[in-house]
């Protein structure tokens, strides 16, 4: 049996083109056959070991981002803010290890997908402050099945152990040859691996893992094919 293409997406709330890339990859059914993990890192912790300088913090593109970001969001379709969520950018650092902790407990991707729909849509669709204590419990409780288990994720956040899984997956990241967000290691049915950054690279990915045959012809895959 020929083994099923193989996508590591790495991200961060804070990314909105890890977001689009996110959204992409679990809407649009050109990867319906495709075996998906999403893996949460700190972006500033990948950021800092490749002494890369933050988009927003460089001249003119910390405006380009901007318009970059709703030409990709348009062009597939990812519901998104017109302006930058307020206070953008916030520390990340007290969501993503509630998303390693959710990671590190779960059997399977699904509690993970789970409250990433939920963050990425109060976020970057609703423009939501997930980043302030309230905010992101409540949107933890509708996702996860109630404030008992938003609770538990939150508390398990504080702990050495799921501070050293967000630490160990941003090094893997890292070592994977990321650079920053998103960033896709993707494994063909060849068993051949490489790694690709940008939702703008997402046709090098359709590319590599074959999947160019079944890509629609709408207008977000005519500006990447």
Request: net charge neutral; proline share 7%; aromatic share 10%.
């Amino acid at each position: 049996m020929v083994p099923k293409p193989k996508i590591t997406l790495y991200l961060d709330t804070v990314s909105p083109f890890a977001y689009e890339a996110y959204h992409i990859l679990r809407n649009d059914p050109i990867f319906k056959n495709v075996d998906i993990k999403y893996v949460p890192i700190f972006l500033g912790g990948l950021m800092n070991k490749c002494s890369n300088t933050p988009p927003i913090k460089i001249k003119n593109k910390d405006k380009w981002i901007n318009v970059e970001r709703l030409r990709w969001a348009h062009a597939f379709s990812v519901p998104i803010v017109t302006d930058m969520p307020p206070n953008f950018p916030p520390n990340t650092l007290p969501v993503q290890r509630v998303l390693a902790g959710i990671e590190a407990s779960s059997q399977s991707q699904s509690a993970v997908i789970a409250a990433l729909d939920a963050l990425y849509k109060s976020y970057w669709a609703l423009g939501q402050p997930i980043y302030e204590p309230a905010q992101l419990r409540s949107v933890l409780a509708s996702s996860l099945g109630g404030e008992e288990a938003a609770d538990k994720v939150l508390g398990a956040a504080q702990t050495a152990e799921v501070k050293q899984r967000l630490v160990e997956n941003t090094d893997k990241a890292f070592a994977e040859g990321a650079f920053g967000l998103p960033w896709f290691t993707c494994t063909n049915t060849k068993g051949e691996t490489e790694g690709f950054w940008g939702v703008d690279h997402l046709g090098q990915v359709v590319q590599f893992l074959g999947l160019d045959k079944g890509v629609s012809g709408n207008g977000g895959w005519k500006s990447v094919l």
